[in-house]
């Protein structure tokens, strides 16, 4: 069929029209349908169609629709024995692809009327190479021109292929046009989505392992001195450079604390850097230890430490005291503590309970203990087995063992509590809430009477009223 071209036998053309859902036929037991693997052929003519379309721009839907036409599916004796899917003649000019020409009887239509001839057809190694020759003999003439205005439009593509004359049976364009939509053939010429570039990993954040690594010390230092946890943690980002200056490497110092001024004993030497005398330090241990000893022995810095359970009031408080002579100080420090979450690690306890002491609080202190495994009784009395236990649960968590039950301590004693729940950690919530008159369970069991009263003392304290006895609760309840 096409130009020059071979006419199907009609057994085959008839297979290919039923295929395309355009006539019904019957046809001789050898050349049935069901001989025919329909989406095996389509699946290695769209595969052979690949090199044609990129090499010479035809659409691989029109070269995959005309090779079922013209070849019968692949079953013609032309395209089995010599892998000629298009009946393309040999000529006067020689196809770098084919590999010989072979003399068969073929018919076409002449002036409407089908005629009987002996042609010279080309010979082929493979499907891919008639393929390619087929959109070379496309590509190369010029009279074809037309059609490769139309790269993405297979329909338009094929008609004007035809009008210029590639086939002479008048019906060739829509019998082409009709296998495309039959077999859905469109959507090998779908442009494929270029793939994504993809992302260029994030750069790890060094404040990352910087806030791990003073986060404990932090704790250690509210506890000591209660200076917010998230104050102290932002205050060594911000200053430190995320640990990068020049100052941090060569002292250890986190905060830019200069020589003179609080003496204290975590600062043992100082050292010139860039004309400026900082303290240095042997561990960032000490730098955090000496920030807190400043801020809590240092009068100017009162006003400060009474807003200590506001990190941000405390910032505020702590430009006024002329820490930092930057007016934008406050407000970029209170960033941090913002994006890093930084205030998770302050300590809602500011209680500390110590050997001798009595009541409600060493009583929820060893049920606590006990929760925790410690080996002490609940008898409301702070003795030498209530320190020993607390030394131990200290070592276990490698807090400061000293024996006091200290804010760093009770914040990790202190469990998640809820309704429902029983055993030590009630009667410990239990302790605390009757030392304030509020009802609750009896048996160590966190009911109804008890949610009550966890409600009304959230709400007296104005936290979120869940019922729930959290760190802040706990906080509370001990004297945060």
């Not at 057994?11 to 355009?22: D, N, S, V, Y």
């Not at 070269?63 to 599916?73: C, D, H, K, N, V």
């Not at 004007?160 to 077999?183: C, E, F, Q």
Request: glycine fraction near 8%; aromatic fraction near 8%.
């Amino acid at each position: 069929m096409t130009h020059p071209s071979v006419r199907l036998r009609a057994a085959f053309l008839a297979i290919a029209l039923t295929g395309a859902g355009l006539v019904t036929a019957t046809v001789g037991a050898e050349d049935s349908e069901a001989a025919v693997d329909y989406q095996a052929y389509i699946a290695r003519a769209a595969e052979a169609a690949k090199a044609s379309k990129k090499k010479y721009g035809v659409p691989r839907a029109v070269t995959i629709a005309q090779s079922m036409l013209e070849s019968g599916w692949g079953l013609s004796g032309l395209s089995t024995k010599y892998k000629n899917y298009f009946g393309i003649k040999c000529g006067a000019a020689v196809s770098p692809y084919q590999k010989g020409c072979v003399a068969l009887e073929s018919y076409e239509y002449v002036k409407g009327k089908k005629k009987k001839y002996v042609s010279r057809f080309r010979v082929y190694s493979s499907m891919e190479k008639s393929f390619l020759d087929h959109g070379r003999l496309l590509n190369y003439a010029d009279r074809y021109n037309p059609a490769f205005k139309y790269p993405n439009d297979p329909d338009k593509f094929i008609r004007a292929v035809h009008k210029a004359g590639y086939a002479t049976d008048p019906n060739y364009s829509t019998l082409v046009i009709g296998l495309m939509k039959r077999w859905n053939l469109y959507r090998f010429d779908v442009p494929s989505k270029p793939k994504p570039k993809p992302k260029p990993k994030p750069k790890p954040d060094p404040n990352k392992g910087l806030i791990s690594a003073l986060a404990p010390l932090a704790q250690r230092n509210q506890a000591a001195t209660r200076v917010p946890a998230s104050v102290t943690i932002a205050q060594a980002l911000y200053h430190s450079n995320s640990g990068k200056s020049a100052v941090t490497k060569k002292t250890k110092n986190y905060f830019g604390l200069r020589c003179g001024g609080i003496k204290t004993k975590a600062s043992a030497t100082c050292t010139k850097v860039g004309g400026t005398t900082y303290r240095r330090y042997k561990s960032m241990s000490a730098s955090v230890a000496d920030q807190g000893a400043v801020l809590s022995s240092g009068a100017r810095y009162r006003a400060a430490m009474k807003a200590h359970r506001n990190p941000k009031e405390f910032l505020k408080a702590l430009v006024k005291a002329g820490w930092s002579t930057s007016k934008s100080y406050a407000s970029k420090v209170s960033t941090l503590i913002t994006r890093y979450g930084l205030t998770k690690y302050d300590l809602h306890i500011s209680h500390t309970l110590k050997q001798g002491g009595r009541g409600a609080r060493v009583t929820a202190l060893q049920n606590l203990l006990l929760k925790s495994g410690g080996m002490v009784k609940a008898t409301g009395y702070y003795g030498t087995d209530t320190v020993a236990a607390v030394k131990a649960y200290q070592k276990k968590r490698k807090l400061p063992v000293t024996g006091k039950a200290d804010p760093l301590t009770l914040t990790r004693l202190t469990p998640d509590v809820r309704k429902g729940a029983k055993g030590t950690q009630v009667n410990a919530l239990h302790a605390l809430l009757k030392s304030r008159k509020y009802p609750v369970d009896g048996g160590g069991t966190f009911g109804s009477k008890t949610l009550k009263a966890v409600k009304e003392l959230q709400k007296k304290t104005k936290l979120p009223q869940t019922g729930i006895v959290s760190v802040r609760t706990w906080g509370v309840l001990f004297g945060g």
